[in-house]
């Protein structure tokens, strides 16, 4: 029966995390079609890190039952909404029985809509035991509040700190979500809309020693680098006003290169100019879980 019950979790959990991909994607798409700048590909590449804990299929009742075998794994749970027990905290069963011992107590970093009794969701993230203590230390990045009557119910029993809380509808419910746009956003959105391909076509355009696109597009990255360093200058952020007047001098230095067909300096200007975008957007921009960008609310050290 446990072994139905984990194949029909596991079916569901994949297929969830094909619906989460792809509403991703999608989101992606709508975010405004905004994408970091991409690294100039004679930079090498950055170091492998370790590789991702694979993640394990659990039912709720298994997990319920033999907790010991899954503490510190990370995990996918399909199981229905028992009780909702916080803004951030709820607890799941394996079906909609409400059997108090096969609850599992779920904390999520973010909810973006509050989850609905009996209605299933598969949740991934890390399996611990239940502590006070150790939930506190966890707890940092997870503004969790969890009453003195929860804590003491599930005192030593499994609970998973979610990274994904995926409806059945293939929405995730923890995605970080940006704030609205303001005018101010739209602005630069839009000027950032024209740097990245502009930008991109100018290797390209090198390669061919196209001097016609190489002046069309680096006009176009003058002009929207002008504009960018008004945006950056109304909000007093001096860094970013000088690396938007270094990139249009960039742009220029490129159209009057491209003009005396100086290809290879045409090359090595439009590298450094990449660089410039994304030293720019590394610490100005914000990328969010729907693919959106924002500016960053906080950047510590700048100006």
């Known amino acids: ?38 690294q100039p590909t004679a930079q090498p590449a950055a170091p492998a890190g370790p590789p991702a804990k ?5 039912a709720a009742s298994t997990l ?35 059997t108090l011992d096969q609850q599992i107590l779920v904390l999520a970093p973010r909810m973006n809509t509050p989850v609905d009794p009996n ?10 035991a239940f502590d006070s203590a150790e939930v506190t230390k966890r707890a940092k990045d997870y503004p969790v509040e969890i009453s003195p009557e929860v804590a003491a119910k599930f ?9 994904n809380v995926i409806n059945t509808s293939g929405t995730d419910l923890a ?9 101010e956003e739209q602005a630069l959105q839009k000027v950032m809309k024209a740097i990245a391909p502009a930008s991109a076509a100018l290797r390209g355009d090198a390669d061919k020693m196209d001097a016609n696109l190489t002046k069309e597009h680096a006009a176009t990255l003058k002009q929207a680098f002008a504009q960018t360093e008004a945006i950056w200058k109304a909000k007093g952020k001096v860094d970013a006003v000088q690396i938007a007047a270094d990139a249009r001098k960039l742009a220029e230095t490129i159209e009057i290169d491209a003009a005396a067909a100086k290809w290879d300096e045409v090359r090595t200007s439009a590298g450094t100019l990449n660089t410039k ?13 729907d693919g959106s960008f924002r500016i960053k609310v906080s950047t510590p050290g700048t100006k």
């Not at 975008?277 to 879980?289: S, T």
């Open 1 to 38: 029966m446990r072994k139905s019950i984990a194949v029909v979790a596991c079916t569901i959990v994949i297929g969830s995390l094909a619906l989460h991909a792809a509403q991703r994607g999608q989101r992606g798409q709508r975010g405004g079609g905004e994408q970091p700048p991409a």
């Open 64 to 98: 319920a039952a033999h907790p010991e075998t899954y503490y510190g794994e990370r995990v996918t749970m399909t199981g229905a909404i028992e009780q909702s027990l916080g803004k951030l905290v709820f607890s799941v069963d394996q079906d909609k029985t409400k």
């Open 119 to 128: 209605t299933y969701v598969t949740v991934i993230g890390e399996v611990i």
């Open 175 to 183: 995605l970080r979500l940006p704030p609205p746009m303001t005018a």
């Open 277 to 289: 975008c994304g030293a720019c957007h590394g610490v100005y921009r914000e990328r969010f879980d």
């Open 155 to 163: 005192k030593g029993r499994p609970v998973i700190f979610a990274t």
């Open 54 to 58: 694979p993640l394990v299929p659990v």
